[in-house]
């Protein structure tokens, strides 16, 4: 029976966008997810994310696993918003959990909390992240060929491998006229209030040390490790650290390497269970 892998997706980005790295892993384990955090209103978006990290304990307890003689443990792997529920998730219930895999998503911790939580007090964060920018994006477009150009002429798009774009104008932008019409599946608000409540208190939290194995696979070009810093993140997944070519959106421009350093590390992960 193959192990479990509960993948969680980054902010805006459903994790239907990323079923060209879940083809490459599905050899060796039955991928999991929940396709959008912080749409269902029994999860609401709050500061710190408390009940998005339910959400995503809920789904990993759900009766979909009940086929299964007992409840199998799972590996939680997360890119960005999805690396910091996995965490949160997994020290909530480590029980459930085998180990850890964080795709670009930096712990913050110390100083940086603190600076955290004055700029999310006075809004200075708003103007340093994306939040500002997703207040006012795009909605709707007249055709899946319109939605294409739009994207694949923006820089940071521009560098995705076409078969995550393409996944992601499926399954984020989807047909929702008779006309062909095309509207954003992600709330812009929502995605607004992730960025608004980055949680500040995991640094804190992980004093006491994380129960299970962390993985943590870096973009050699992301501006949120740079941001961030990786001192904390350093300290909990030791020898469990790997660079990988790219920016904070490097699973989208390299998927099948993505899906190779995802694969090492947990055989990595999985060693030192044993």
């Known amino acids: 029976m193959k192990d479990i892998i509960h993948f969680s997706h980054a902010n805006g980005f459903p994790a239907s966008t990323y079923r060209t790295i879940f083809a490459e892993l599905a050899d060796d384990y039955e991928i999991r997810s929940v396709e959008r955090f912080g749409h269902d209103p029994r999860y609401p978006v709050t500061r710190d994310w ?10 990993i307890g759900s009766v979909r696993y009940g086929e299964r003689p007992t409840q199998p443990k799972v590996w939680l792997v997360g890119h960005s918003l999805g690396g910091y529920l996995s965490l949160m998730a997994a020290m909530k219930r480590p029980q459930w959990v085998k180990g850890v895999v ?8 110390g100083w940086r909390s603190s600076l955290l939580g004055v700029s999310q007090w006075t809004g200075l964060d708003e103007r340093l992240s994306p939040a500002a920018a997703t207040k006012n994006r795009r909605t709707q477009w007249a055709s899946r060929d319109e ?6 002429s923006k820089p940071a798009f521009a ?28 709330d812009r608000h929502v995605e607004y209030l992730v960025y608004r409540t980055l949680p500040r208190t995991i640094g804190a939290r992980l004093a006491r040390g994380v129960e299970v194995p962390v993985g943590f ?6 501006k949120e490790v740079r941001q961030v810093g990786l001192e904390l993140t350093r300290r909990i997944a030791g020898e469990h650290f790997e660079w990988i070519e790219g920016s904070h959106l490097y699973p989208m421009e390299r998927p099948i390497d993505t899906a190779r350093a995802v694969q090492r590390m947990l055989n990595a992960l999985s060693e030192s269970l044993s």
């Open 102 to 109: 964080m795709l670009d998503s930096p712990v913050i911790g």
């Open 159 to 186: 560098r995705w491998d076409e078969r995550m774009l393409s996944d992601y104008i499926d399954f984020a932008i989807p047909q929702t006229g008779a006309n062909g019409g095309r509207t954003l599946a992600f």
């Open 217 to 222: 696979i870096a973009g050699t070009q992301s």
């Open 50 to 59: 408390p009940h998005l990290v339910d959400q995503l304990l809920d789904d």
């Open 147 to 152: 939605a294409w150009r739009h994207f694949h």
